[in-house]
């Protein structure tokens, strides 16, 4: 196919990568890139660290400068959401009736926080995905003496350390024991509980949440399912995301937990997907695969980008995350299965500086550091070998 226009819709870490990419690797056509935000694209890890404590003015988030982007020799189309797309055609409709026509289209519309019944319109009650959510909810905080973290997975625990290095009395909970349990087993969520409670974050976990309590249009606290009201001032919810298809319906394309593709990251003839939105065949796991982390934005737009050119290749990475909590960095490489046996390959526990290593049937799955970056990614090599 003759590629004179590519269309990316969304501007965030993927769909920049995705033109960025396509301009290395030589192409010379016309790329449009469609945000629904009004923001020129920028990073979101520093969202809940950095931009929310104050020590980043919010324009240091951006991943460019302006002059980066007018060098990329692209169209940027801000502040019109994608809502809808006719694959056959490669036609995107915008929310202000713009009609876009491309010879390939990558969705890169990323996710959408999950939310709590009756928390829409209630004073005080956050999420956190985008610029505005942090600056909104840093205005909160700042104003206040108690926050209610509600979720206990990488983002609610990331708030819950910020907060309380800003000075707030800070309560999470949620439905799981430990912070992070699901991404890193009992080991190290163990750790981590422990390292929040000596930093005096009150962990009222193993419990569901059932709704909120609210005081003249304002939240008051959190109801757990033991009948028990946290009391705050404010409220973050933080319970997971929903990748952003609804654009997509009655498109045809597969929609499951994502826009469902193939190892080359393909929906649909000249119809690709990155990113978080993106759930593709991974020919390493013999399975679908959705990752939710700035590693994998910029790995499956490089290799999407490669795609589009005719590069013939499956995307099939070793999975990495990270997270920074208080003053422990931890990186995640590979899969870390639930029941996975544990081992200690560098370093020690009391010590605070490991390099954990998960075997699920004998065979090493993943490596995780804790403030071990460099020995991490060292050991990262025998999941390679795999």
């Known amino acids: 196919m003759n590629i004179q226009r590519v269309l990316v819709v969304g501007a965030a870490a993927a769909g920049l990568t995705t033109a960025e990419a396509l301009r290395r690797k030589g192409y010379g056509g016309e790329i449009v890139v469609l945000g629904a935000e009004s923001h020129a694209p920028y990073d979101r890890p520093p969202l809940s660290k950095q931009v929310l404590s104050g020590t980043w003015e919010p324009e240091r988030a951006a991943l460019r400068t302006a002059e980066t982007l007018a060098a990329l020799d692209a169209t940027f189309v801000l502040g019109d959401p994608a809502v809808a ?29 999950r939310t709590l019944p009756g928390q829409d319109g209630l004073a005080g009650v956050h999420v956190l995905r985008t610029l505005d959510d942090a600056l909104a909810l840093r205005k909160d905080l700042l104003g206040a003496a108690r926050l209610a973290v509600v979720g206990e997975g990488v983002l609610g625990a990331e708030i819950a350390a910020t907060a309380r290095a800003l000075g707030l009395d800070v309560t999470m909970a949620g439905p799981l024991d430990a912070p992070l349990a699901l991404q890193v087993g009992p080991l190290v969520s163990g750790l981590l509980a422990q390292l929040h409670r000596d930093r005096g974050v009150r962990l009222r976990l193993g419990t569901g949440v059932v709704g909120l309590a609210a005081e003249s249009g304002r939240v008051a606290g959190v109801r757990l399912a033991t009948g028990e009201t946290l009391p705050a001032d404010v409220v973050v919810v933080a319970i997971g995301a929903i990748p952003a298809t609804e654009w997509l319906a009655g498109s045809g ?31 390493g ?21 490669g795609a589009i050119l005719g590069d013939d290749r499956p995307y099939a990475p070793i ?19 639930a029941e996975a046996e544990v081992d200690i390959a560098d370093g020690d526990l009391p010590g605070g500086r490991f390099v954990a290593r998960y075997r699920s049937g004998g065979v090493v799955t993943g490596v995780l550091g804790w403030n071990m970056p460099k020995q991490a990614r060292l050991r990262r090599q025998e999941i390679a070998d795999r």
């Not at 036609?91 to 959408?112: F, K, M, N, P």
């Not at 959705?290 to 490089?302: G, K, S």
């Not at 999975?319 to 299965?337: A, C, E, N, R």
């Open 85 to 113: 797309l006719d694959p056959g055609s490669r036609t995107v409709r915008t929310e202000s009736g713009r009609e876009l026509v491309a010879d390939a289209v990558v969705i890169a519309t990323g996710v959408r926080p």
């Open 319 to 337: 999975p990495y995350f990270w997270t920074d909590q208080f003053d422990v960095k931890i990186q995640v490489h590979g899969m870390l299965p």
């Open 253 to 283: 394309l597969r929609l499951d937990n994502g826009v469902v593709c193939d190892s080359r990251s393909r929906a649909a003839d000249g119809v690709y997907a990155v990113g978080d939105v993106a759930r593709w065949h991974h020919e």
């Open 285 to 305: 796991l013999g399975r679908l695969v959705r990752l939710e982390n700035r590693t994998n934005a910029t790995e499956q737009a490089i290799a999407v980008a």
